[in-house]
C-alpha cells in the first residue's frame, strides 16, 4: 500500500488513487478538494466568509445558503442523492455515503426529501466538540467526507527524518476526524485515523515538532482508541516541551484539565511554568510600591485562582521548609559514631540556616522552590564547612535528601494548584 504521503505527492500523476470498490465514491472529488490551495484550518471560518467565497467558489440557492463547490455539483438532486446542510453550506451527497456516516446517517434519508429548501441540518453533530478550539464546521466535515475514499488507499504513513510542512497538514487532517468518527461510531474512519497515529509516534522528529494542537489531537486519539502507548509518547513530549519552554504552557493546561486523572503531572508542570513565567513578566509601578498583577489572558478567573493559590502554596512550603534543616539520619551501623553525628548534625544545620539566607537563592523568586531547592543544594555541596565538619557519608546522604525532597515536590506540583477549598 502506498503511504498517505507518497500518495498526495503523486495524486495528480498516478492512479494510486483510483477507487474501484463501489464504496468509495467521489473519487474525483476528493481529488479535487486535494488538489485545490486548502484553505488554512487555523482561521475560524464565518458565515460571511461563506457567502462571500460563495460568488467564486459554489453559489448561491434561493434559501441564502452557500452550495459546497466542491460537494454539491449540479443543480438536480435526484433520487439516491440526498442535501444536508452544515452552519450555511449545503452537501448534495448520496445516500449511501450518509449511510457510512454512522449514526448520523439515521434512516429518514430514504423517507424524506431533503433538498435546498429543506436539507437535513448536521449541525448536532458538532456540538460536543470543545467551543474553545473554534473548530470550523464545514471544513470538519469536508475532511470526513474526503476520508472515506482516501483511507482505503492509504494504509500508512511514511514521515521521514525531515517532515514537510505538508506532511504536518496532512497529519492534523486526518487526525481531526478522529473526535467526529469516534463519537458517530464511524468505525472504519476512526480505525484508520488510530492506524495513522500509531505510525505518527514512533517518528520522533514529527513529534517534537508538531503545533500544541496537533499534539492534542494525537492524545485524544489515543484516549479513543484506547492506545496506551500514543498517550503516554504525547505526555512524555508535553512534559518535555513545556518544562524546556519550546511550547507554550496554556494549550497543555487546557488539554491536562480535561484529562485531569492522567494529566496530573502536566497539569502541576504547565502551573509552575505559568507562575515562573508571571513572576518575570510582573513590573512593578511608578510608585515603586504597587504591583498590579498580569496573569495570561488566555486563563480563566479559574485558573487564575488555582495559578494564584498555588503561589501562595509554594512560597509557604518555603517559608516552612527553609527553616527547619533536614535532620540527618544516623545507624549503629553508619560509619559515623554517635557522637561525631551531632557535631554533623550541628555543622549541617548551620550551615543550612545561613545558605539559605544568602543573594544566590534570595535572588530566585519567592515561588520558584525547585530553583531554590536545586540552589540549596549546590550551595551546601560546596560548603568547605560542611565538608570539614561531617564525615564523608553523611554528607553525601545530606545531598541525597535534598535531591530527593526536590524530586518529590517536583512529582507533586499539581497538588500546590487546587484552588480555594
Ligand atoms: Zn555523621
Request: hydrophobic share 40%.
Amino acid at each position: 500500500m502506498p503511504s498517505v504521503l507518497s500518495a498526495m505527492r503523486t495524486n495528480h500523476t498516478t492512479a494510486r488513487f483510483t477507487i474501484s470498490s463501489e464504496n468509495t465514491i467521489h473519487e474525483s472529488r476528493a481529488f479535487k478538494l486535494e488538489q485545490e490551495p486548502r484553505r488554512s484550518l487555523k482561521r475560524q471560518r464565518t458565515d460571511d466568509d461563506d457567502l462571500r467565497s460563495g460568488k467564486d467558489e459554489g453559489g448561491y440557492n434561493p434559501s441564502g445558503y452557500l452550495h459546497d463547490p466542491v460537494w454539491y455539483v449540479g443543480d438536480e438532486v435526484t433520487e439516491g442523492e440526498v442535501v444536508v446542510r452544515v452552519d450555511r453550506t449545503l452537501f448534495k451527497l448520496p445516500k449511501e455515503l450518509m449511510k457510512r456516516i454512522g449514526s448520523v446517517g439515521d434512516a429518514t434519508i430514504d423517507k424524506e426529501k431533503y433538498n435546498d429548501k429543506s436539507p437535513l441540518s448536521l449541525d448536532f453533530m458538532f456540538k460536543y466538540l470543545d467551543p474553545g478550539l473554534k473548530t470550523d464546521h464545514v471544513e470538519l466535515f469536508r475532511t470526513l467526507l474526503w476520508a472515506f475514499p482516501i483511507m482505503n488507499q492509504v494504509t500508512s504513513v511514511a514521515l521521514g527524518d525531515n517532515p514537510s510542512s505538508a506532511d504536518y497538514a496532512l497529519c492534523e487532517r486526518i487526525l481531526s476526524v478522529t473526535s467526529l468518527a469516534d463519537r458517530y461510531n464511524i468505525s472504519d474512519v476512526h480505525a484508520w485515523a488510530a492506524s495513522v497515529a500509531d505510525e505518527v509516534i514512533k517518528n520522533d522528529a514529527f513529534l517534537n515538532s508538531v503545533s500544541s494542537l496537533v499534539l492534542r489531537k494525537l492524545y485524544e486519539v489515543g484516549v479513543s482508541a484506547e492506545r496506551p502507548l500514543i498517550r503516554a509518547k504525547c505526555l512524555e513530549v508535553w512534559l518535555s516541551r513545556v518544562w524546556n519552554k519550546t511550547a507554550p504552557a496554556v494549550p497543555a493546561l487546557q488539554m491536562a484539565e480535561k484529562y485531569q486523572e492522567e494529566l496530573i503531572e502536566l497539569k502541576g508542570v504547565a502551573y509552575y511554568t505559568l507562575l515562573q513565567d508571571m513572576a518575570d513578566q510582573q513590573a512593578v509601578a511608578a510608585d515603586g510600591i504597587v504591583l498590579q498583577l498580569k496573569a495570561d489572558p488566555k486563563l480563566t478567573n479559574a485558573q487564575v485562582l488555582r495559578l494564584l493559590s498555588g503561589h501562595y502554596s509554594l512560597v509557604s512550603f518555603w517559608e516552612r521548609f527553609k527553616l527547619m534543616p533536614i535532620s540527618l539520619p544516623w545507624t549503629p551501623d553508619s560509619p559515623c559514631s554517635e557522637e561525631q553525628h551531632v557535631k554533623c548534625n550541628a555543622v549541617w544545620s548551620k550551615r543550612w540556616l545561613s545558605a539559605v539566607g544568602w543573594r544566590r537563592i534570595l535572588g530566585y523568586n519567592s515561588a520558584d522552590v525547585l530553583g531554590m531547592l536545586q540552589c540549596l543544594k549546590d550551595s551546601l555541596s560546596g560548603d568547605d564547612d560542611i565538608r570539614a565538619g561531617l564525615t564523608p557519608a553523611c554528607r553525601m546522604n545530606g545531598l541525597e535528601l535534598l535531591t530527593r525532597k526536590r524530586e518529590d515536590v517536583k512529582a507533586n506540583l499539581a497538588s500546590h494548584f487546587l484552588g480555594c477549598l
